[in-house]
């Protein structure tokens, strides 16, 4: 096979993970390990480390844009976001069979509530509402950060029917620091190279880790790197674009190809924020619950589902815009999204004081077309470059 | 004679309907909604008793075993020489309004050339009258319906044979404002106020059949004409129901009236899907059509009939050729969102990416029946028989994607969908109305 | 909670009574800087009200800002500026309510404008939006910010750590950052002091919200309970005011209870009693008098609301503790109704639909408010279902006029309310004499 159709083959079997609303690697990963068992999680961070020491295999989920939608739709006013619907759907429709359990993240009310309902709707599974501190000093939300980092981990060891050791958690922090690290690798190649790496590429092989176990994600991540960077693509004259507000619903990768298509290089990103949610790694090292709560209170993104203690909201996308070198940023959250709505006037006020060029427009997991996206992203993308040229 | 009314005040049609006795229903009317409600109302009562006037007449006719060579087309021929009679009624006082109109003083020197060439519009539609209310299937149109149609036509070729002096345009004014004037004035178009023109034509016509029996006729028609309706009881619902001249307690919501409706059509329904211009609703019925539970869409339209109609503008069709256009479809192409605000420009981006017309369309329909399945959901799903109604359920694709997705997610269920669905709110208001007086023993 | 409204309408004493409560409070406010008082910004729902009042300091609650803004008819200019100045048409309405309010001079009910903070104290509690809606003022005001977390009850119960938590954040955090900004030392023993206040008032106001067991009820839960609920809620709670109005009020309720008559509503007196309801959900308030007429017209009266529990569930036994003062704030923050998970409030919901015998369970669903509003139809089902009794569905919006269609939701309560009769009426009205209509008569044009 030729390096070209070796890397079309990746993606292509990347984006077959991404389509598959049935979970079928779920299910064939518990069929190759007999009585394991699989944990999902939404959006944004759970720390799957303590899953994945557990014996079982971390699995995401964010929603589907592409399946019918009748029963979540039962579930919700008009007025909410669309992620929601679509879990509701596939649980409800048995495509989340294959989980034996289920974390919901504290990130807004929405999916809060979802927690509940998943446990009147699923009796018998596992469901546990993970909740997060918004105190971030080691002794008062280090503390009860650290009890609930105890308390899923007290949990699946019941689900799993044996104690997770602390020298397993500890291998789990080293395999997801690996993870980490070539995540961060993409992303920096993506930045610099980004004519190689599209970013919808490079979104599809993040998602894949999604339904891949760490060991082999971490495989596939550097044979598609390698691959790409061999590519024989030339710089075009395109824009660079930070994109921001799509941590949690998912826009469809179509979405992305379309901004691209447009003439935006997107060199950084917050799709499928979870992965890179802490920047550096865990202390691989002494009590693991401790270094874990140490990265998440203390080497964690900023996002605007986490309390800004500073009041410096938005100065962390500026930052990454000027490292990046992006010469805009591209606003983009899901409709009905309360964190990246009720946050954005706060970013595009640091943006414009920053003097960066943005615009902004609105999406939801399940939007099918693109004509308005495309035609806005054109216009930013021309826009920059004659203002540039002149 | 004893009768019980139910009038269902929606946003389109007005529909009344009424039961007797042994409520049984003997008559029903049906008019546009127009501005004023309280003349739909008076119209689509007035309508309703004309019917029950002519069933208790062909029951009479079938009585009689003196008539009964002659009984079904003497029925046939008197109800359509009493309709064209409501016709030459409307027309004339059409013609008064639009020359009224058309004397006003700022059409100036125009305004004699255009009452002349009104004259000569309605003298033909006059002429022409006979021919569309003997000859053929009586129209099934309203009045302004079949008036515009005629009258534009003919007011087009006036203009041209003008030479420039009115123009096309200021006719079909003329006319938007004489029709208003002539469907809200509310004239007696009531079976005794026009049977006897009728009648007298109709016996001329079949004199050689009916010979002698003639008197027989005359006597048996004018009794039934002095008939005297006792409205015993009557029950409103619809949308604009508040504003029926109703006492509160005749008043019931187009819920209950649309489960009870249903129930009375069929017995085994548990569960109705109403979609409608406005509004869907998925209603929830037991054993004796008692309303358990019901969801209507919220503040967005989207998935109810409006929706297909903006589509049937933005693709340049007729409402009613949607349905057939998308049965066409040799695959359904999947649409995410029916929202209204985008349907125009999801459409256009589709046709430019040379998606075909009927697969857009069949994707469409799909789409707008997801939204109800959601609705019926929502409302405790299909349990056994399912009934729809409203505008939608003449829509053959749509029909098609509910039982295909009722299918899917209920297995096998019987779809219901009954020609007359349309009067399906009224049913259950007159059955309201009958109860009050034959449960209750207390007549209003 | 209390309403500005005009004097034609009908009210119960003990809303005079509060207006002038609520009156003294704004003028306090509006003299605050001039009296060297301090003012401290927070929520409702586990507000510190004792603890603020420990340190003297005075609370402005923007979200009763926002719901006065809302009967006064201004909010609706106010969303309108705040989404120009690029807040999302998707999002609560309360905080654009509020941002408008403050590019607009922070103008409050009275006609006076409101004093700038010298401390916010975001109590995050129940409420996703109240971290960000803070993190914006933070953005327009030159002051500390005190947050406190305040976990959900995600397995139905205030774990210890919780409270742990909670604690160590008032000590650690609140406290110090109150001391720092009124320069006072925390007294534990004044806390105590006002804590004493709270529980007294709290038995009164409990014995209110319980009268609407009886039959008629005195009281209307929902419409009427927002103004029990003002000062307990608000900065009355743990005051000598607060006392004298819950004493007042039980004693107005327990006269109507013993005369057998219904809530006094603006509209005139309740008639007969037709319909109990359980409400869940805040109500609307751009259009607060038009939404209660439709439920005085129909004889429909809540018996219990879950809006009214926002501020706590003292029905369900909960006290403030002064022998355990700081725990007992994270406890009472801890278990308001917003900070409850899905089951809970089914459980609770349907303990109402029996304890109070109501007819059904309508939800007042919200577009603001996710806390609220996400997983509603699930309650909706699942309280039909363990109860037995119709629920409806009404939609609106908290401070948007734009999202009140009154047509729309007198439609689904009249069509809800005539199902509930209907069912009661089932042996009267079944098989016997039923018609059997066939529709098969010809039709004419």
Same mark, same amino acid.
């Given at each position: 096979?030729?390096?070209?159709?070796?890397?079309?083959?990746?993606?292509?079997?990347?984006?077959?993970?991404?389509?598959?609303?049935?979970?079928?690697?779920?299910?064939?990963?518990?069929?190759?390990?007999?009585?394991?068992? =699989? /944990?999902?999680?939404?959006?944004?961070?759970?720390?799957?480390? @303590?899953?994945? $020491?557990?014996?079982?295999? &971390?699995?995401? !989920?964010?929603?589907?844009?592409?399946?019918?939608?009748?029963?979540?739709?039962?579930?919700?006013?008009?007025?909410?976001?669309?992620?929601?619907?679509?879990?509701?759907?596939?649980?409800?429709?048995?495509?989340?069979?294959?989980?034996?359990?289920?974390?919901?993240?504290?990130?807004?009310?929405?999916?809060?509530?979802?927690?509940?309902?998943?446990?009147?709707?699923?009796?018998?599974?596992?469901?546990?509402?993970?909740?997060?501190?918004?105190?971030?000093?080691?002794?008062?939300?280090?503390?009860?950060?650290?009890?609930?980092?105890?308390?899923?981990?007290?949990?699946?060891?019941?689900?799993?029917?044996?104690?997770?050791?602390?020298?397993?958690?500890?291998?789990?922090? =080293? /395999?997801?620091?690996?993870?980490?690290?070539?995540?961060?690798? @993409?992303?920096? $190649?993506?930045?610099?190279? &980004?004519?190689? !790496?599209?970013?919808?590429?490079?979104?599809?092989?993040?998602?894949?880790?999604?339904?891949?176990?760490?060991?082999?994600?971490?495989?596939?991540?550097?044979?598609?790197?390698?691959?790409?960077?061999?590519?024989?693509?030339?710089?075009?004259?395109?824009?660079?674009?930070?994109?921001?507000?799509?941590?949690?619903?998912?826009?469809?990768?179509?979405?992305?190809?379309?901004?691209?298509?447009?003439?935006?290089?997107?060199?950084?990103?917050?799709?499928?924020?979870?992965?890179?949610?802490?920047?550096?790694?865990?202390?691989?090292?002494?009590?693991?619950?401790?270094?874990?709560?140490?990265?998440?209170?203390?080497?964690?993104?900023?996002?605007?589902?986490?309390?800004?203690?500073?009041?410096?909201?938005?100065?962390?996308?500026?930052?990454?815009?000027?490292?990046?070198?992006?010469?805009?940023?591209?606003?983009?959250?899901?409709?009905?999204?309360?964190?990246?709505?009720?946050?954005?006037?706060?970013?595009?006020?640091?943006?414009?004081?920053?003097?960066?060029?943005?615009?902004?427009?609105?999406?939801?997991?399940?939007?099918?077309?693109?004509?308005?996206?495309?035609?806005?992203?054109?216009?930013?993308?021309?826009?920059?470059?004659?203002?540039?040229?002149? | 004679?004893?009768?019980?009314?139910?009038?269902?005040?929606?946003?389109?049609?007005?529909?009344?309907?009424?039961?007797?006795?042994?409520?049984?229903?003997?008559?029903?009317?049906?008019?546009?909604?127009?501005?004023?409600?309280?003349?739909?109302?008076?119209?689509?009562?007035?309508?309703?008793?004309?019917?029950?006037?002519?069933?208790?007449?062909?029951?009479?006719?079938?009585?009689?075993?003196?008539?009964?060579?002659?009984?079904?087309?003497?029925?046939?021929?008197?109800?359509?020489?009493?309709?064209?009679?409501?016709?030459?009624?409307?027309?004339?006082?059409?013609?008064?309004?639009?020359?009224?109109?058309?004397?006003?003083?700022?059409?100036?020197?125009?305004?004699?050339?255009?009452?002349?060439?009104?004259?000569?519009?309605?003298?033909?539609?006059?002429?022409?009258?006979?021919?569309?209310?003997?000859?053929?299937?009586?129209?099934?149109?309203?009045?302004?319906?079949?008036?515009?149609?005629?009258?534009?036509?003919?007011?087009?070729?006036?203009?041209?044979?003008?030479?420039?002096?009115?123009?096309?345009?200021?006719?079909?004014?003329?006319?938007?404002?004489?029709?208003?004037?002539?469907?809200?004035?509310?004239?007696?178009?009531?079976?005794?106020?026009?049977?006897?023109?009728?009648?007298?034509?109709?016996?001329?016509?079949?004199?050689?059949?009916?010979?002698?029996?003639?008197?027989?006729?005359?006597?048996?028609?004018?009794?039934?004409?002095?008939?005297?309706?006792?409205?015993?009881?009557?029950?409103?619902?619809?949308?604009?129901?508040?504003?029926?001249?109703?006492?509160?307690?005749?008043?019931?919501?187009?819920?209950?009236?649309?489960?009870?409706?249903?129930?009375?059509?069929?017995?085994?329904?548990?569960?109705?899907?109403?979609?409608?211009?406005?509004?869907?609703?998925?209603?929830?019925?037991?054993?004796?059509?008692?309303?358990?539970?019901?969801?209507?869409?919220?503040?967005?339209?989207?998935?109810?009939?409006?929706?297909?109609?903006?589509?049937?503008?933005?693709?340049?069709?007729?409402?009613?050729?949607?349905?057939?256009?998308?049965?066409?479809?040799?695959?359904?192409?999947?649409?995410?969102?029916?929202?209204?605000?985008?349907?125009?420009?999801?459409?256009?981006?589709?046709?430019?990416?040379?998606?075909?017309?009927?697969?857009?369309?069949?994707?469409?329909?799909?789409?707008?029946?997801?939204?109800?399945?959601?609705?019926?959901?929502?409302?405790?799903?299909?349990?056994?028989?399912?009934?729809?109604?409203?505008?939608?359920?003449?829509?053959?694709?749509?029909?098609?994607?509910?039982?295909?997705?009722?299918?899917?997610?209920?297995?096998?269920?019987?779809?219901?969908?009954?020609?007359?669905?349309?009067?399906?709110?009224?049913?259950?208001?007159?059955?309201?109305?009958?109860?009050?007086?034959?449960?209750?023993?207390?007549?209003? | 909670?209390?309403?500005?409204?005009?004097?034609?309408?009908?009210?119960?004493?003990?809303?005079?009574?509060?207006?002038?409560?609520?009156?003294?409070?704004?003028?306090?406010?509006?003299?605050?800087?001039?009296?060297?008082?301090?003012?401290?910004?927070?929520?409702?729902?586990?507000?510190?009200?004792?603890?603020?009042?420990?340190?003297?300091?005075?609370?402005?609650?923007?979200?009763?800002?926002?719901?006065?803004?809302?009967?006064?008819?201004?909010?609706?200019?106010?969303?309108?500026?705040?989404?120009?100045?690029?807040?999302?048409?998707?999002?609560?309405?309360?905080?654009?309510?509020?941002?408008?309010?403050?590019?607009?001079?922070?103008?409050?009910?009275?006609?006076?404008?409101?004093?700038?903070?010298?401390?916010?104290?975001?109590?995050?509690?129940?409420?996703?939006?109240?971290?960000?809606?803070?993190?914006?003022?933070?953005?327009?005001?030159?002051?500390?910010?005190?947050?406190?977390?305040?976990?959900?009850?995600?397995?139905?119960?205030?774990?210890?750590?919780?409270?742990?938590?909670?604690?160590?954040?008032?000590?650690?955090?609140?406290?110090?950052?109150?001391?720092?900004?009124?320069?006072?030392?925390?007294?534990?023993?004044?806390?105590?002091?006002?804590?004493?206040?709270?529980?007294?008032?709290?038995?009164?106001?409990?014995?209110?919200?319980?009268?609407?067991?009886?039959?008629?009820?005195?009281?209307?839960?929902?419409?009427?309970?927002?103004?029990?609920?003002?000062?307990?809620?608000?900065?009355?709670?743990?005051?000598?005011?607060?006392?004298?109005?819950?004493?007042?009020?039980?004693?107005?309720?327990?006269?109507?209870?013993?005369?057998?008559?219904?809530?006094?509503?603006?509209?005139?007196?309740?008639?007969?009693?037709?319909?109990?309801?359980?409400?869940?959900?805040?109500?609307?308030?751009?259009?607060?008098?038009?939404?209660?007429?439709?439920?005085?017209?129909?004889?429909?009266?809540?018996?219990?609301?879950?809006?009214?529990?926002?501020?706590?569930?003292?029905?369900?036994?909960?006290?403030?503790?002064?022998?355990?003062?700081?725990?007992?704030?994270?406890?009472?923050?801890?278990?308001?109704?917003?900070?409850?998970?899905?089951?809970?409030?089914?459980?609770?919901?349907?303990?109402?639909?029996?304890?109070?015998?109501?007819?059904?369970?309508?939800?007042?669903?919200?577009?603001?408010?996710?806390?609220?509003?996400?997983?509603?139809?699930?309650?909706?089902?699942?309280?039909?279902?363990?109860?037995?009794?119709?629920?409806?569905?009404?939609?609106?919006?908290?401070?948007?006029?734009?999202?009140?269609?009154?047509?729309?939701?007198?439609?689904?309560?009249?069509?809800?309310?005539?199902?509930?009769?209907?069912?009661?009426?089932?042996?009267?009205?079944?098989?016997?004499?039923?018609?059997?209509?066939?529709?098969?008569?010809?039709?004419?044009?």
């Amino acid at each position: 096979m030729s390096k070209m159709s070796q890397v079309n083959a990746l993606v292509e079997r990347a984006d077959a993970l991404y389509r598959d609303a049935d979970f079928t690697a779920v299910q064939r990963w518990k069929e190759a390990n007999p009585g394991a068992k =699989a /944990v999902g999680y939404l959006p944004i961070y759970v720390p799957r480390e @303590l899953i994945h $020491a557990a014996g079982m295999l &971390p699995v995401g !989920v964010t929603g589907h844009g592409d399946i019918e939608i009748i029963r979540g739709d039962a579930y919700f006013q008009s007025y909410i976001c669309h992620l929601p619907r679509s879990v509701v759907e596939l649980g409800v429709s048995g495509r989340l069979d294959s989980l034996d359990g289920i974390l919901f993240p504290s990130i807004c009310d929405v999916v809060r509530n979802l927690s509940g309902m998943w446990k009147v709707m699923f009796p018998d599974r596992w469901t546990k509402y993970f909740d997060v501190p918004q105190n971030f000093d080691m002794e008062v939300g280090g503390k009860f950060y650290r009890a609930e980092l105890n308390s899923v981990r007290h949990d699946l060891e019941e689900l799993g029917g044996k104690p997770i050791l602390d020298d397993a958690l500890r291998a789990s922090i =080293a /395999v997801y620091n690996e993870n980490r690290q070539k995540l961060e690798a @993409l992303y920096d $190649a993506r930045s610099r190279k &980004p004519w190689k !790496v599209p970013a919808w590429e490079s979104y599809l092989m993040v998602r894949a880790g999604f339904v891949l176990p760490v060991e082999e994600h971490n495989a596939l991540l550097d044979e598609y790197l390698a691959l790409a960077m061999a590519r024989d693509e030339k710089s075009k004259d395109h824009i660079r674009v930070v994109v921001t507000g799509a941590f949690c619903e998912q826009p469809p990768v179509e979405m992305i190809r379309t901004l691209e298509r447009a003439g935006c290089y997107i060199v950084d990103d917050d799709f499928l924020l979870g992965s890179r949610w802490l920047r550096q790694d865990v202390n691989a090292e002494g009590d693991p619950i401790f270094a874990l709560a140490d990265a998440f209170l203390n080497h964690s993104t900023s996002a605007p589902s986490k309390y800004q203690e500073d009041g410096k909201n938005g100065e962390a996308l500026v930052a990454i815009a000027k490292e990046k070198k992006a010469d805009g940023i591209v606003f983009c959250a899901p409709s009905f999204c309360d964190p990246a709505l009720l946050d954005q006037p706060m970013a595009v006020a640091a943006v414009e004081r920053a003097d960066i060029p943005y615009t902004s427009f609105l999406y939801s997991e399940n939007t099918g077309q693109f004509q308005v996206i495309r035609e806005q992203a054109g216009t930013f993308a021309d826009s920059i470059r004659l203002w540039s040229n002149s | 004679m004893r009768v019980f009314i139910g009038v269902d005040l929606g946003s389109t049609t007005t529909k009344a309907l009424i039961l007797d006795d042994a409520g049984e229903v003997v008559g029903r009317g049906i008019t546009n909604s127009r501005s004023n409600y309280n003349v739909a109302v008076a119209i689509a009562r007035a309508e309703a008793f004309i019917e029950t006037l002519f069933n208790l007449l062909a029951r009479r006719l079938r009585e009689t075993p003196a008539l009964a060579d002659v009984e079904e087309r003497l029925r046939a021929a008197l109800k359509r020489e009493f309709r064209m009679e409501q016709h030459l009624q409307q027309l004339a006082y059409l013609r008064k309004i639009l020359v009224e109109t058309a004397s006003d003083s700022r059409y100036g020197e125009r305004a004699s050339l255009m009452v002349d060439a009104i004259a000569r519009i309605t003298d033909t539609m006059v002429a022409g009258a006979p021919k569309r209310f003997r000859f053929s299937r009586p129209p099934t149109e309203f009045f302004r319906d079949l008036a515009s149609g005629e009258f534009l036509e003919l007011a087009q070729a006036e203009a041209n044979a003008s030479n420039g002096a009115f123009n096309f345009d200021t006719m079909a004014g003329v006319f938007d404002k004489a029709i208003l004037k002539v469907e809200n004035r509310g004239l007696d178009l009531s079976f005794s106020a026009n049977i006897t023109p009728a009648l007298e034509r109709c016996l001329e016509r079949f004199s050689d059949k009916v010979g002698e029996r003639a008197s027989t006729v005359w006597d048996l028609v004018m009794d039934i004409s002095e008939t005297k309706l006792d409205v015993a009881s009557s029950v409103g619902t619809g949308y604009g129901r508040a504003r029926l001249p109703f006492p509160k307690k005749q008043i019931r919501s187009e819920i209950l009236c649309h489960g009870l409706g249903a129930h009375t059509m069929f017995g085994a329904t548990r569960t109705v899907l109403d979609i409608g211009g406005q509004d869907t609703k998925a209603i929830q019925v037991d054993a004796d059509g008692i309303v358990t539970s019901f969801q209507m869409n919220d503040r967005c339209a989207a998935g109810c009939g409006r929706y297909l109609g903006y589509i049937a503008d933005e693709m340049n069709l007729g409402l009613h050729e949607l349905g057939p256009l998308a049965d066409r479809a040799q695959r359904s192409v999947k649409i995410n969102s029916t929202c209204t605000v985008f349907a125009g420009a999801e459409l256009r981006d589709r046709l430019t990416m040379g998606q075909k017309r009927e697969d857009i369309l069949a994707g469409l329909h799909r789409a707008i029946i997801l939204r109800a399945m959601s609705l019926l959901a929502r409302s405790g799903g299909v349990a056994n028989e399912l009934t729809f109604t409203g505008g939608v359920a003449r829509n053959s694709a749509a029909v098609k994607a509910l039982r295909a997705l009722v299918k899917e997610n209920y297995g096998d269920v019987t779809l219901n969908i009954s020609e007359d669905s349309i009067c399906t709110g009224a049913l259950g208001a007159a059955i309201f109305a009958w109860r009050t007086v034959h449960q209750e023993g207390m007549a209003t | 909670m209390s309403g500005a409204q005009t004097e034609d309408v009908h009210k119960e004493p003990s809303m005079r009574l509060q207006k002038d409560m609520i009156g003294g409070h704004f003028q306090a406010l509006a003299n605050a800087k001039k009296n060297g008082k301090k003012v401290v910004y927070t929520f409702v729902p586990g507000n510190l009200a004792e603890l603020l009042a420990a340190f003297e300091v005075l609370p402005v609650l923007p979200e009763i800002n926002a719901l006065q803004s809302g009967m006064r008819k201004k909010s609706g200019m106010f969303i309108g500026e705040a989404e120009k100045l690029g807040h999302s048409e998707d999002v609560c309405t309360y905080v654009k309510c509020d941002i408008g309010m403050l590019k607009n001079g922070n103008i409050g009910p009275t006609g006076e404008k409101l004093p700038d903070p010298d401390l916010l104290l975001l109590s995050y509690t129940g409420c996703f939006t109240f971290l960000k809606w803070f993190e914006l003022l933070r953005q327009e005001y030159d002051c500390p910010i005190a947050m406190l977390h305040v976990p959900y009850q995600a397995d139905g119960k205030i774990e210890p750590g919780h409270r742990e938590y909670v604690v160590n954040q008032l000590r650690t955090e609140v406290i110090p950052k109150l001391e720092e900004v009124t320069g006072k030392k925390f007294d534990i023993d004044k806390l105590r002091e006002h804590l004493k206040l709270s529980v007294q008032a709290e038995d009164d106001f409990v014995a209110v919200l319980e009268s609407a067991k009886h039959r008629p009820s005195p009281i209307d839960s929902y419409f009427g309970g927002v103004y029990y609920i003002g000062p307990m809620f608000t900065s009355f709670r743990g005051s000598e005011a607060g006392v004298t109005y819950y004493r007042a009020l039980r004693q107005e309720v327990e006269k109507r209870l013993a005369a057998g008559v219904g809530p006094i509503t603006p509209d005139g007196p309740m008639g007969e009693e037709k319909f109990r309801l359980v409400v869940e959900g805040p109500p609307n308030w751009t259009s607060f008098r038009e939404f209660w007429k439709m439920f005085h017209d129909e004889g429909a009266v809540v018996v219990a609301s879950s809006y009214t529990k926002v501020g706590g569930l003292y029905d369900r036994g909960f006290r403030h503790d002064p022998e355990n003062p700081l725990e007992t704030l994270a406890d009472y923050c801890a278990g308001c109704y917003t900070n409850l998970n899905l089951p809970q409030r089914i459980d609770l919901l349907c303990q109402y639909v029996e304890e109070f015998d109501a007819d059904g369970l309508l939800i007042n669903s919200v577009k603001s408010c996710n806390s609220f509003s996400a997983g509603q139809l699930l309650i909706l089902r699942e309280v039909e279902k363990r109860t037995g009794r119709p629920g409806g569905f009404v939609e609106s919006d908290l401070v948007d006029p734009r999202y009140f269609s009154g047509a729309n939701i007198k439609n689904r309560l009249e069509s809800y309310l005539q199902m509930i009769d209907q069912k009661r009426s089932v042996g009267v009205s079944a098989a016997p004499g039923m018609p059997h209509s066939k529709v098969d008569v010809e039709m004419g044009p």
